[in-house]
């Protein structure tokens, strides 16, 4: 059962171009979560998202991001016109169902994402 | 206003002795308390949680102290060996959600 599969592991990107971050669930989960980790700083929560819908964006910048988990495919997280502090690694996060509190999230190995 | 605060920021331990890691939060809403373990290039993963109902949790080497009136908890490594060197998130969650609230992580660094 392969893990939380993120591609790509790196990413450059020039300032004013769009970054999209793909992530594809453990098999049989069906929930995905979006992290922003910067240097020396912990996990920022910014997406939760269901097949088709997101159920919570409340850590997502209003503007130029976006994020989507289609019905098929992976999980995208997408960034409009970059700006050199988008430069971070994002990680996606799996789950099999809402946790009661316990319900393990697996996290892939994450994009790092430099913008030049 | 950061929710969950971890300290220290780094800790340098010899092989054999504890590492201890601290964490305090706001929220009297969260219910369950995750440490992640992360290594360089690598996603964090869960290494041991806690739920308030106990004040504390032991899974080999790892040990959760949990003190709900302070709104404290704490990671114990004991006999600290070099491959435990990476960095240490403690989180905090509530009410049935995963999402949890990181601490800002503790670089934990084992010397041989």
């Known amino acids: 059962n392969a893990g939380v599969m993120q591609n790509p592991r790196h990413l450059v990107r020039r300032r004013g171009q769009e970054a999209r971050l793909r992530c594809s669930p453990m098999?049989?989960?069906?929930?995905v979560y979006w992290y922003r980790q910067l240097p020396e700083e912990g996990l920022k929560f910014m997406v939760y998202?269901?097949?088709?819908?997101?159920?919570?964006e409340s850590g997502m910048p209003k503007e130029r991001f976006s994020a989507e988990f289609p019905k098929e495919g992976p999980s995208i997280l997408r960034i409009q016109q970059v700006v050199r502090g988008d430069s971070a690694a994002y990680f996606c996060?799996?789950?099999?169902?809402?946790?009661?509190?316990?319900?393990?999230?697996?996290f892939g190995q994450g994009t790092r994402l430099t913008v030049v | 206003q950061q929710q969950v605060k971890q300290s220290p920021q780094s800790l340098i331990v010899q092989k054999g002795g504890i590492s201890i890691i601290n964490c305090a939060y706001e929220n009297t809403a969260f219910d369950y308390f995750p440490w992640y373990q992360q290594f360089p290039g690598k996603g964090p993963a869960l290494l041991i949680a806690i739920r308030p109902d106990v004040s504390e949790k032991k899974e080999g080497r790892f040990t959760i102290s949990f003190n709900k009136s302070a709104k404290q908890f704490s990671l114990h490594i004991m006999d600290s060996q070099p491959g435990d060197s990476a960095t240490y998130f403690c989180?905090?969650?509530?009410?049935?959600?995963?999402?949890?609230?990181f601490g800002r992580g503790t670089s934990l660094i084992v010397h041989p």
């Open positions: 996060a799996s789950s099999p169902e809402q946790g009661a509190g316990n319900t393990e999230a697996f």
């Open positions: 098999k049989g989960h069906s929930h």
């Open positions: 989180a905090a969650a509530s009410g049935g959600s995963y999402i949890p609230t």
């Open positions: 998202l269901q097949k088709e819908n997101i159920i919570d």
